[in-house]
């Protein structure tokens, strides 16, 4: 008989993390091997199963990831930028399928996630939705498709409480569209517009953010030419698509050679 994939979750107090939990639980084959959060957080010594609003497992939460990493198969990441460059340290020294979906991170801190790569499995997307995943895809074939005729805007919208902007998402779609017209984001992105910033230059990627209430993520990448728009659009209903991707790609991650996937080759859409 196969032992049951023990899946660990950092920060499994946050709003992701007790997704994380409760799509672990239910997944067939799988365990919850335990889970962070942050020293001071309320959850720490609370029981796992409690947290997500079942019965008792026996697990508590604690604030020691060294512990954790040693006793899981793989290991669920939805934290900061600072925690997730100690996650990914930690995560290479256990060799644990390291699933990644912190947003907001710097050059800096992805260095810290790239080096992980090097020795184990790290699963990255900025989105684990098949929808969007799905919208990647499409963006970047329909910005191969329509010229610098056609202006690229990304519009998103979040919950009140989200910190970043804008969303991982929304530069993930950014990044597809640029590769689709063969040019770097960063030479073409305009991350906000305010005051007199003049006409829109040709080619460029424009970015707009709205941020209010529980919206769990909303994003439309806008393709407007004189006469006619193209909109591509994806609303998430609920965070539990992304629990169940992140628990998607820690599976997928078991047995594979180290190295830095994305979700596209979790969900088998690479070209
Ligand atoms: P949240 O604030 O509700 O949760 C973050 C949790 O991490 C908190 O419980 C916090 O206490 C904990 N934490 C912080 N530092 C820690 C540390 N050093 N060790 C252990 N735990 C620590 O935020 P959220 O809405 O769950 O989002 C978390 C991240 O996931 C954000 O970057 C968000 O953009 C991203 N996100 C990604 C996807 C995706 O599909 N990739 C989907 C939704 C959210």
Not at 3 to 30: D, F, K, Q, S, T
Not at 103 to 119: H, R, W
Not at 251 to 267: E, F, H, Q
């Amino acid at each position: 008989m196969i032992p049951p994939y023990r899946i660990a979750v950092v920060g499994c107090a946050g709003r992701m993390g007790r997704m994380n939990l409760a799509a672990i639980h239910a997944a067939e084959g799988c365990v919850i091997a335990g889970g962070t959060d942050q020293p001071g957080s309320a959850a720490v010594g609370s029981d796992i199963g409690l947290l997500i609003g079942g019965k008792a497992l026996g697990v508590t939460v604690t604030d020691d990831p060294v512990e954790l990493f040693a006793q899981a198969d793989a290991v669920i990441d939805f934290t900061t930028p600072a925690a997730s460059r100690r996650h990914a340290e930690l995560a290479a020294q256990a060799e644990v399928v390291y699933v990644v979906g912190t947003t907001g991170l710097s050059d800096e801190d992805q260095v810290f996630i790239d080096k992980a790569a090097i020795q184990t499995v790290v699963v990255q997307a900025a989105n684990m939705s098949l929808g969007v995943n799905l919208l990647q895809v499409v963006t970047e074939q329909v910005a191969r498709a329509l010229d610098a005729d056609y202006d690229i805007e990304i519009v998103e919208m979040h919950h009140r409480h989200k910190v970043d902007a804008p969303s991982g998402t929304a530069l993930m779609l950014g990044e597809a569209a640029a590769k689709g017209r063969g040019v770097k984001l960063s030479d073409v992105a305009r991350k906000s517009r305010e005051g007199q910033v003049g006409a829109r230059p040709r080619g460029e990627i424009g970015f707009a953010t709205l941020r209010g209430g529980d919206v769990p993520g909303e994003h439309s990448v806008i393709f407007a030419t004189e006469g006619e728009r193209v909109v591509l659009s994806h609303k998430a209903g609920t965070r539990e698509i992304f629990a169940k991707g992140a628990v998607k790609a820690a599976v997928w991650g078991r047995g594979k050679p180290a190295g830095l996937y994305s979700m596209r080759d979790v969900l088998g859409l690479k070209d």
